[in-house]
């Protein structure tokens, strides 16, 4: 059974930061797409950023987050990560990591997407 286990999320004050992880086995990581998705309360869920675990690592990021999240991986841990920076209230949502094999493409949508993690809560308070 694959699994997707993201860790990382809490609570924070408009402007601070929180790393999200999303630990995934070899099988699922290898030359996968992997996203991180997030929802608000009454809202459709969003791409926030892919990037492509083969080669050239090609990476994507939505403009409502460049300039402050970014994604990255660690191959030999079969992890990604979401660095968020400058958080804002309107960042609050449960965050998803999900992976499909193959290449990314654009734009990302959810229904694309394999396998998916639990969820992990961000909450910004202004």
């Known amino acids: 059974q694959v699994q997707l286990v993201e860790s990382g999320g809490g609570s924070v004050q408009a402007g601070g930061s929180l790393r999200l992880s999303c630990v995934t086995s070899?099988?699922?990581?290898?030359?996968?797409?992997m996203a991180w998705f997030r929802q608000a309360p009454g809202k459709e869920r969003e791409a926030v950023a892919t990037?492509?675990?083969?080669?050239?690592?090609?990476?994507t990021h939505a403009d409502s987050v460049k300039g402050r999240f970014t994604m990255s991986q660690d191959s030999v841990k079969s992890t990604v990560y979401l660095q968020m920076n400058g958080l804002k209230p309107e960042d609050t949502a449960m965050y998803y990591c999900a992976a499909v094999g193959g290449g990314c493409y654009y734009p990302p949508t959810s229904s694309r997407f394999t396998f998916w993690g639990q969820g992990t809560q961000v909450t910004v308070s202004s």
């Open positions: 070899s099988e699922t990581y290898s030359r996968s797409c």
């Open positions: 990037i492509y675990t083969g080669v050239g690592s090609g990476r």
